[in-house]
């Protein structure tokens, strides 16, 4: 992409509105537009990352066995009276009626219409394990929308929804879950720690919320530092052995680990002393067994090995892509603005050019240029007439995490200067080892 061409519509000032410091790097940065409270367009930049977070968490939903599909933001009230929870839903819910006058509603979740779907075409175990998951926007009117895209009203969600015979086939399908979750934090750079949470009346502990540590965390947290030096499950581990899943999960559950509303104090203290972290968190991803709360009431059945009739057993599995900009942001930043981490970034490479219309620094710009592009690498050509310090800010802004700088003095003694934004290094090499190092 040349940036003459692109929209990136950079803010030198600080915004005031922006409390925190991931939604005023997103303003500075032109990722996002605020089109109402809680409500955000996705400029070019922003679309850019948050597909590249959707994809990684697909490819990790997609190694876990997971199917992907898609279900409208839209639906129908009567599905929601069957679970009972049209009426119980709070006001966080967008009811709207169509020119019919029939109630629908923005959908904040997608337990009732997975379960309808699963009524519909699931009926033996041998239809089974089943986890279908799809990557759609919600709604949810918070009382408190604030912080940019970390807790907006709309809002996108990656939604998986296990289907299992029994409860023991429905906890193996929350370890993978549990397990592709570790994966998906771990690739886009972050340490997400599973936390216990409230099953409220369903009871036991098949709950997690994936929390990052963040001095801008919403909630409290109380964790074992030796969560933050933990190795994520590698890419190899076989989904289909339980026992693998089981002994993964069992290692990272095994230290203390709790949001403040599943504190235990005296747990907590037992911690050795020093190793005893209380910090803020925020929440990117929660896992949870439900059993057959949905199920048995909207007749989800399926027959069994013994020719018996069953409500299936059901878990649901969210994360929030929109949520999670914003909060490797939070995690990955210094004084000049963004660093992605290379899976994540906009662009990998940035080619600044220091001298548009000098004739060998034009065409060694265009040939990078030309050579990044046709290797399949995203890259972005600053060729605007801004002066060079701008676009020393605007890169280091945005986060490249390779910029390639380009003026007639370092042409002159054959080099280009090569920088990684994550520490600042800088090299001069020639055209060539540059794009070996970038391409390496
Ligand atoms: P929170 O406690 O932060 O309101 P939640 O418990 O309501 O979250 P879930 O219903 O479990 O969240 O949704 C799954 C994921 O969706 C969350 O882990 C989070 O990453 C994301 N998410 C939830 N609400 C929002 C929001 N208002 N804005 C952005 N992302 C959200
Ligand atoms: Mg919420």
Not at 144 to 171: I, Q
Not at 195 to 217: K, Q, R, W
């Amino acid at each position: 992409m040349r940036l003459s061409r692109y929209l990136l519509p950079i803010l030198r000032e600080v915004p005031k509105e922006a409390e925190i410091v991931s939604h005023r790097l997103m303003l500075r940065a032109g990722m996002v537009r605020q089109e109402s409270a809680g409500i955000y367009a996705w400029l070019p930049l922003g679309k850019k990352v948050l597909d590249k977070i959707c994809n990684v968490i697909r490819e990790e939903q997609n190694r876990s066995g997971a199917i992907e599909i898609m279900m409208p933001t839209i639906q129908s009230a009567d599905l929601w009276r069957e679970s009972g929870r049209y009426d119980d839903y709070g006001k966080e819910m967008l009811r709207i009626k169509d020119r019919h006058e029939r109630d629908m509603l923005y959908g904040p979740t997608n337990e009732e219409m997975l379960t309808e779907i699963v009524r519909a075409y699931v009926k033996s175990y041998k239809d089974l394990p089943l986890n279908l998951y799809h990557i759609q926007w919600k709604f949810r009117d918070e009382v408190r929308p604030r912080f940019g895209v970390m807790r907006s009203r709309e809002f996108l969600m990656k939604d998986a929804y296990s289907v299992d015979l029994d409860f023991e086939n429905a906890v193996i399908a929350y370890n993978r879950m549990f397990v592709a979750y570790l994966r998906t934090f771990a690739r886009l750079g972050l340490k997400a720690i599973p936390m216990v949470a409230d099953t409220g009346p369903i009871g036991g502990n098949h709950s997690h919320e994936f929390i990052i540590l963040a001095s801008t965390g919403e909630s409290e947290v109380f964790c074992h530092a030796d969560y933050l030096d933990m190795a994520p499950p590698p890419a190899g581990i076989d989904f289909r052995d339980p026992a693998a899943l089981q002994a993964t999960v069992d290692q990272w559950t095994s230290l203390y680990a709790a949001t403040e509303e599943k504190h235990d104090e005296a747990a907590f203290n037992a911690v050795e002393e020093g190793k005893r972290l209380s910090a803020r968190g925020i929440e990117v991803g929660h896992i949870f067994y439900f059993g057959t709360k949905y199920s048995e009431p909207m007749g989800a059945k399926v027959t069994g090995p013994d020719g018996v009739e069953r409500p299936v057993h059901m878990g649901s599995y969210g994360i929030g892509p929109s949520r999670l900009v914003a909060a490797i942001i939070e995690a990955s930043h210094d004084e000049n603005g963004i660093i992605w981490p290379d899976d994540i970034a906009p662009f990998k490479v940035g080619i600044l050019n220091l001298k548009v219309g000098d004739a060998a620094t034009d065409a060694t710009c265009e040939q990078l240029y030309a050579t990044l592009t046709a290797k399949g690498v995203d890259v972005l050509y600053d060729d605007t007439e801004e002066r060079p310090g701008s676009k020393f800010a605007t890169a280091d802004l945005i986060g490249l995490p390779w910029q390639i700088i380009v003026g007639p003095k370092g042409l002159a003694a054959g080099t280009v200067e090569l920088k990684r934004r994550a520490d600042g290094a800088r090299e001069n090499l020639s055209v060539e080892s540059a794009l070996a190092r970038v391409l390496g």
